[in-house]
């Protein structure tokens, strides 16, 4: 099947899909994006990804290329084009095209880009028998990392640092010593007492919207929640870890830095969590 992508109020081959070259999202990462999946046929979350969206626009300063409504039955137009299962849509809107200049541009339409990726299977199942590696590297981000941009300069150094460490995913440590979040995920602990652990919303990490619906699953199911910062040296003594994002889900990690956590397996918590969120991701909202 053909891949297709779609460029302010256009549909698009994948390979036909292009920006100005004066786009500030190119020359600025003056833009914002989200990641929606698809889980069989279902849309994971979308409500709340279109909520943080709107935030990161509205933190931002900038406009709505269309409705929000519009933008949504966009998507979904997108996902059929592309017979989307099971898969992802990504979604940029930037400030738009103008003469490149740091200051705001006046009277600039916002660029509304999104392209559509399928994927056989959301984890490997070495990765759900054995868990995931991650390494620890320091956050060198900016200020607001609650604004999902597309400022991610830092977050590739840090994956690229995992990846040559023969890790899944790298955990960035705040000058304080405590884990903020991954390069592209939030991260969990859960105490030897069985006590789920992630760090509070605030501007040191991304809110995701997997984590908000984890946070919900696990007080549903009576699983005690602390949301509070964990050091490196905390996660190794705890029972279990995982990583969280629209992607992975709840994907356990078994090493920090080449040290085992907990038994060295995948943890009881972590993967109820996980099948939790599959059957109300599953049922959340139809494609």
């Given at each position: 099947m053909a891949r297709w992508a779609y460029v302010n109020g256009r549909y698009l081959p994948h390979a036909q899909a292009t920006v100005h070259v004066e786009d500030r999202g190119f020359q600025f990462a003056d833009g914002v994006y989200e990641v929606v999946t698809i889980l069989d046929g279902?849309?994971?979350?979308?409500?709340?990804?279109?909520?943080?969206?709107?935030?990161?626009?509205?933190?931002?300063?900038?406009?709505?290329?269309?409705?929000?409504?519009?933008?949504?039955?966009?998507?979904?137009?997108?996902?059929?084009?592309?017979?989307?299962?099971?898969?992802?849509?990504?979604?940029?809107?930037?400030?738009?095209?103008?003469?490149?200049?740091?200051?705001?541009?006046?009277?600039?339409k916002p660029t509304l880009v999104m392209t559509a990726k399928r994927v056989a299977a959301f984890a490997k199942p070495e990765q759900l028998e054995q868990g995931v590696a991650v390494v620890t590297v320091p956050d060198i981000r900016w200020g607001r990392?609650?604004?999902?941009?597309?400022?991610?300069?830092?977050?590739?150094?840090?994956?690229?640092?995992?990846?040559?460490?023969?890790?899944?995913?790298?955990?960035?440590v705040d000058t304080d010593g405590t884990v903020t979040e991954g390069s592209s995920s939030n991260a969990w602990i859960v105490t030897r007492g069985g006590v789920l652990v992630t760090r509070p919303p605030s501007h040191t990490i991304l809110n995701g919207i997997t984590r908000l619906s984890l946070l919900r699953l696990a007080t549903e199911r009576g699983i005690p929640v602390e949301e509070r910062p964990f050091t490196v040296e905390e996660a190794l003594s705890a029972g279990e870890a995982f990583v969280s994002s629209a992607g992975t889900f709840a994907l356990p990690v078994t090493r920090i830095d080449g040290r085992p956590v907990g038994d060295g397996k995948p943890g009881a918590v972590t993967m109820a969590l996980r099948q939790a969120y599959l059957v109300y991701a599953k049922g959340s909202t139809a494609g």
């Amino acid at each position: 099947m053909a891949r297709w992508a779609y460029v302010n109020g256009r549909y698009l081959p994948h390979a036909q899909a292009t920006v100005h070259v004066e786009d500030r999202g190119f020359q600025f990462a003056d833009g914002v994006y989200e990641v929606v999946t698809i889980l069989d046929g279902h849309f994971a979350d979308l409500n709340g990804h279109m909520e943080r969206l709107g935030r990161s626009l509205a933190e931002l300063r900038m406009d709505w290329p269309a409705a929000p409504r519009v933008v949504e039955r966009i998507l979904r137009e997108l996902a059929r084009r592309n017979g989307l299962v099971n898969g992802s849509i990504y979604l940029q809107i930037t400030r738009g095209v103008a003469p490149r200049d740091f200051k705001f541009p006046a009277n600039t339409k916002p660029t509304l880009v999104m392209t559509a990726k399928r994927v056989a299977a959301f984890a490997k199942p070495e990765q759900l028998e054995q868990g995931v590696a991650v390494v620890t590297v320091p956050d060198i981000r900016w200020g607001r990392r609650d604004i999902k941009t597309v400022g991610l300069l830092a977050p590739v150094l840090a994956k690229q640092q995992a990846a040559e460490s023969g890790a899944y995913e790298a955990w960035l440590v705040d000058t304080d010593g405590t884990v903020t979040e991954g390069s592209s995920s939030n991260a969990w602990i859960v105490t030897r007492g069985g006590v789920l652990v992630t760090r509070p919303p605030s501007h040191t990490i991304l809110n995701g919207i997997t984590r908000l619906s984890l946070l919900r699953l696990a007080t549903e199911r009576g699983i005690p929640v602390e949301e509070r910062p964990f050091t490196v040296e905390e996660a190794l003594s705890a029972g279990e870890a995982f990583v969280s994002s629209a992607g992975t889900f709840a994907l356990p990690v078994t090493r920090i830095d080449g040290r085992p956590v907990g038994d060295g397996k995948p943890g009881a918590v972590t993967m109820a969590l996980r099948q939790a969120y599959l059957v109300y991701a599953k049922g959340s909202t139809a494609g």
